[in-house]
Nanobody, 121 residues
Framework: QVQLVESGGGLVQPGGSLRLSCAAS????????MGWYRQAPGKQRELVAS???????NYIDSAKGRFTISRGNDENTVYLQMNSLKPEDTAVYYC???????????????WGQGTQVTVSS
């Protein structure tokens, strides 16, 4: 079993910054991909950014140049630095990890509990 603990959401004014963190722990053999999704009210969940175990990154177009995804030194933590935030970035942000477990080397996908990001003046 794998646990994900998210932190860093909150209320920020337009143009402000937030940093989201997600720490994964448990029966982790290797992590293939770590990412952040978001879901705004009445909208589908969408991928915001992801990073592979080879440090290849991918961003939604609206996040390019404003958001940066990175992995911690322990490689089990993923961060999302969000700058120049806009009201349309308001959503619940979910951490997502694609792993192989350390026992049977089976592939699993886990989701965090979600953290609210609200951009408003």
């Amino acid at each position: 079993q794998v646990q994900l603990v998210e932190s860093g959401g909150g209320l920020v004014q337009p143009g402000g910054s937030l940093r989201l963190s997600c720490a994964a722990s448990g029966s982790i053999g290797s992590i293939n991909v770590m990412g952040w999704y978001r879901q705004a009210p009445g909208k589908q969940r969408e991928l915001v950014a992801s990073v592979t175990n080879g440090d290849s990154t991918n961003y939604i177009d609206s996040a390019k140049g404003r958001f940066t995804i990175s992995r911690g030194n322990d490689e089990n933590t993923v961060y999302l630095q969000m700058n120049s935030l806009k009201p349309e970035d308001t959503a619940v942000y979910y951490c997502n990890v694609d792993i192989r477990d350390s026992i049977r080397w089976d592939r699993h996908v886990y989701w965090g509990q979600g953290t609210q990001v609200t951009v408003s003046s």
